[in-house]
Nanobody, 122 residues
Framework: QVQLVESGGGLVQAGGSLRLSCAAS????????MAWFRQAPGKEREFVAA????????YYRDSVKGRFTISRDNAKNGVYLQMNSLQPEDTAVYYC???????????????WGQGAQVTVSS
C-alpha cells in the first residue's frame, strides 16, 4: 500500500496560482488511480480531480474545469495539481488520495495524505 505526502499549499491572492504535489511511496504507484479532494471548514469533502494509473484519463468537478490540471509522473511516484485563477471559494484543505479500484469514483479512494492548506484571499 502506498503512503502519501502532500506539499505546496499556502496563501495566495485571488487570481493567483499554486501547484500542489503529492509524493507516494511504494513500487506499484502506476497501478493506483490518484485524486485530489478538498474540504473547507463546515463543508463536506469534495472530489476535485482524478487521474487514471496510466494518466490516460482524467476527471474534474465542474467548478474547477479550465482552471485546475491534474497530472502524474509514474517514474517519480508523484501526482500534481496545478491550480490557476484561484478564487476565495477554493480555500480548503486539499488531500491527495489513492485507489486500486475505480479511479473515477470518489468512494473508491481509501489511502489518504495528511492534507495541505490552501488559502485564497480576496
Amino acid at each position: 500500500q502506498v503512503q502519501l505526502v502532500e506539499s505546496g499549499g499556502g496563501l495566495v491572492q485571488a487570481g493567483g496560482s499554486l501547484r500542489l504535489s503529492c509524493a507516494a511511496s511504494g513500487r506499484t504507484f502506476s497501478s493506483y488511480g490518484m485524486a485530489w479532494f478538498r474540504q473547507a471548514p463546515g463543508k463536506e469533502r469534495e472530489f476535485v480531480a482524478a487521474i487514471s494509473g496510466s494518466a490516460g484519463a482524467t476527471y474534474y468537478r465542474d467548478s474547477v474545469k479550465g482552471r485546475f490540471t491534474i497530472s502524474r509522473d509514474n517514474a517519480k511516484n508523484g501526482v500534481y495539481l496545478q491550480m490557476n485563477s484561484l478564487q476565495p471559494e477554493d480555500t480548503a484543505v486539499y488531500y491527495c488520495a489513492a485507489s486500486r479500484e475505480s479511479w473515477w469514483k470518489a468512494s473508491s479512494y481509501d489511502v489518504w495524505g495528511q492534507g495541505a492548506q490552501v488559502t485564497v484571499s480576496s
